[in-house]
């Protein structure tokens, strides 16, 4: 298990403490989850924080990292809670958050546009090492770059522009696919 927060911070942001809405916390987590952690106990709390936290803006245009959460405490009816980033995963690039959202039990896009915190029953660590999820540094660019022709070729057979429309599930199936091909997709939210 780990818990997904969205909305509150990001990789560039030096914040290493939020406040969540006690309204927002569960969204986005399966019934048993909510039922199992919506009276937070001491033993609740001890649980949530063993698990990793996944964090990111909306639509996590600059991408993800992840966390260790120290502390989880009362603030009002929200809750606060204090986290310390894991140095050896660094920066995840959005196009690995859209490539494995459905393995890490995001399966709504909508989720990613919604302030929340969701507690979602998938292995955080062995998504990303299994999908062999690398580090980005500040030096290292996630954004496709477009590559002119080939000399003496009049097209660039190495890319392909995927123009899509609000359907991400298709616009990652596709993207899926070229990739396969050995062809690098280049998709417009995502060029620089």
């Not at 502390?71 to 995840?92: A, C, E, P």
């Not at 660039?156 to 298709?170: K, L």
Request: charged content about 25%; glycine content about 6%.
């Amino acid at each position: 298990m780990y818990s997904l927060i969205i909305g509150y911070v990001g990789p560039k942001d030096p914040d290493n403490e939020i406040i969540v809405a006690a309204s927002r916390f569960l969204e986005y987590s399966d019934s048993e989850t909510q039922m199992r952690y919506r009276t937070l106990t001491p033993e609740m709390v001890r649980e949530i924080k063993s698990f990793p936290v996944l964090l990111m803006h909306e639509n996590y245009e600059d991408g993800a990292f992840v966390a260790d959460i120290i502390n989880i405490t009362g603030h009002g009816r929200d809750h606060k809670l204090t986290f310390k980033r894991d140095g050896k995963i660094g920066i995840i690039a959005p196009q690995d958050i859209e490539r494995l959202a459905l393995e890490l039990g995001i399966n709504d896009d909508f989720e990613f546009c919604r302030t929340h915190w969701a507690i979602k029953n998938s292995d955080l660590h062995r998504v990303l090492s299994d999908n062999r999820v690398k580090p980005f540094t500040d030096e290292q660019e996630f954004i496709t770059q477009n590559k002119p022709a080939v000399a003496g070729s009049a097209f660039n057979n190495e890319q392909i522009f995927i123009v899509h429309g609000h359907d991400e599930h298709a616009k990652n199936d596709v993207k899926a696919y070229v990739e396969s091909k050995g062809i690098e997709p280049m998709i417009l939210h995502m060029l620089g």
